[in-house]
Each structure stands twice: as C-alpha cells, then as structure tokens.
C-alpha cells in the first residue's frame, strides 16, 4: 500500500514540477518582451527629445496641436507597463497632429484633397518632336557633276537645225551643216543656317549635337531642292526647272492624258523621258481617280499600288513643285552641281560667344543646277482647258 501511495506522490511531484517548469519559461518570455519593448520607448523618448533639441518645440514634424508620440509618452498605459504591466492594452490618442500620420503621399497634383505632395522626376525622351522631314526625292534622281567654282559654265547648240541632206549626184555639193552654240553659266548658291546653344546645355544633354546636326543638314537640302525646282537664277541664286523648262501646251482634259502627252512629245524630239515631278496633292487626285461606271479606282487598288509611275515613266512628289503644274524631263540633260556637300560646323570664337559660354553651330552647303536642254524638260499645266 505504501508503494502505490509512493508511486501516487511522485507522479504528483513530477506534475507539478512540469507545470513550474512552463511557468518560468511563460515567464521568461514575458520578461523578454517587457524587456524588448523598454528598450523600444527608450530609442523612441531619445529620438522625439533629439527632434524637439533640433528644432526647438516637440510638434515640429506634426501638425500645430499637441504632439500624438507625446501623448503616448505621458499616458498611464505606458506608466502602467512600465511599473510591470505586460502591455499599454488600448490606447486612444486624442491629439489633433494625428491627422498628419494619416495622410498619403501621392504624385503633384493628382492625389487626394489633403495628401502630400511628392514631385516624382518623369522619364524624357531623348529625341526631338514635331521634326516632319519629307523625302527629297529629287537628288535621288538627278546625275551629280562635281565642281570646285563658284560658276559652272557648259555649251549648249543655240538653234542648231539637221541639215543631212541626200546627194543627188556624183560630184554635187553636200550639204552642210551649221553648229551655233551660246555659252550658258550656272550659279552655285550658299545655302546655309545657324542656330546659338550654351556650352553648358550641350555638354549636359550629349544627344542635342546630334539632333540639331540633323535639323541644321535637313534645312538645307530642303531649301536646295526648292531652289532646284523653283529658283529664279538671279545673283546667288539657283536657275530652277521650273524657270528653265520648255511650257507644253496639253490638249487632254485629264491630268494622267496630258503628262501622257507631255511624255510623247519629248520622245519625238528624241529625248527619252526618265522622270515626272509632282505636288503630292495632284498625285493623289490622279491616282484616286474612279472609274464612272462601276466606282472602281482606274489605277488599281489603294492596298497594293504599284510603283509610282505614268506611262511606264517614274514618278516623284515633292511639295517644293506648286500644285497644278507637272515637270516631265529627260534626267541625263540636266545635272545637279556639287560644290559643297552639306557641312555643319561648330565655333566659339562668333561675337561674344567666347565670353557668353555661347557655341554657333552652323549648317551650310553650296550647289547649283545645269540645265544642258531646256527642250528636255516640259512643264506641264495642269488645268483643263475646257
């Protein structure tokens, strides 16, 4: 009976030994927590005294009212767990700068009624916009001759007429023939422009030289396929095709049958056309051109077009050519000259650029145009005449 009785107490023993056991590490536990969160206010109290130091009143960072972290530093909550309670339990701050710490940040301009404001960088492009530039399609289709003067001087026959003529008999005079020819001069016309940057804005945007390279270039074959075109050979000027082609006088209603026309005439003169220049708006008038009856288009589908061409004669677009006007031409009786390809250069030493930190950049190139047959270049109006 002892043994059982023995037996009865240990197992009791062993029991409440296992139940201290857990105690002391639930304890344990408790202190550590107490601990870590002591040393939490700690850093908290040294932190909100270095702000108040700092600036001089404790509500710096919040709004004007009492502070909400002072509030929680004077509660009885905290007190109480200081004095060994396990936690603050549940704490009301009624302070008004709470209202701060609520508050979202949120882009400039697009948040909320109330929130901060941060102003995030936005991500830039490094081209430049808004730089339409048309193809030049006329130095493309134009033999190029080059020059080292400022004049390019050629011969051309001046009212040179076949006089081969059949001999009747042996030992009758031939016929013989007349060779007049005039000397014609070409201009070489500068064509050039600038444009003044800060040494600082190049050196801090690397992509810009590149940018206005290609504008300052662009600019001036723009303007020199104008003056190819359109330029009156006055001093310093280009004489254009415009101003030295031969009018041809269509007798066709429609705009495709008078370049038609235009291109017949110049193959009975024994010139062989290669090329027509149009406004892009005419183009488009001829090739959306449809068929009375049924509506379809009389060039073919706008899907799949072929190869600008009329009657079998490529064609080009330039806007530098007036609407309403067609040139047809013979390409190898004209030539464009090439004096100075389109430089763009760079100088500090313009004005006062040296003492402005000022930088010119410079586009410039110098060519002409030589006309070798006026008779192989028709400029066509498009107008019908009745």
Known sequence: MSEVVTAALREH??????????????????????????????GLEQEFAGVKAHTGRGSSLLDAGPS????FLKSPQLQAMRDGAPTTGRLTLKSGGLKVLTK???????????????????????GLGNNPQRRLSLFDVLPSIPVSTGTFEYMQLNGYSNAAATQAKEGDAKAQAGVPTTVQTANIATIAHYVRASQQVLDDAPALSLQLTNLLTYGVLAKGEDELINGPG???RIKGLV??????????TTAADMIGQAITELQANGWTPSVVVLNPADWFAITS?????????????????????????PVITSASLAAGTALVLDASQAALLDRQEVVVASSREDGSNFTTNMVTILGEGRLGLAVFSPGAVLSVDLTPTT
């Open 13 to 42: 023993a062993e029991k409440i030994e296992q139940k201290a056991a857990a105690d002391r590490a639930e304890i344990k536990k408790l202190q550590d927590e107490r601990a870590e969160m002591q040393t939490r206010l700690e």
């Open 68 to 71: 909400p972290v002072a509030e």
């Open 104 to 126: 979202a940040i949120s882009n400039t301009g697009v948040g909320q009624a109330g929130d901060n404001a941060y102003n995030v960088q936005p991500n830039r492009w490094d």
């Open 234 to 236: 006055t001093a310093g």
């Open 243 to 252: 101003t030295q082609a031969t009018a041809y006088a269509a007798t066709a």
């Open 289 to 313: 051109a449809k068929n009375t009856g049924n509506g379809a288009y009389s060039m073919g589908s706008p899907r799949d077009p072929a190869p600008p061409s009329l009657w079998s004669v």
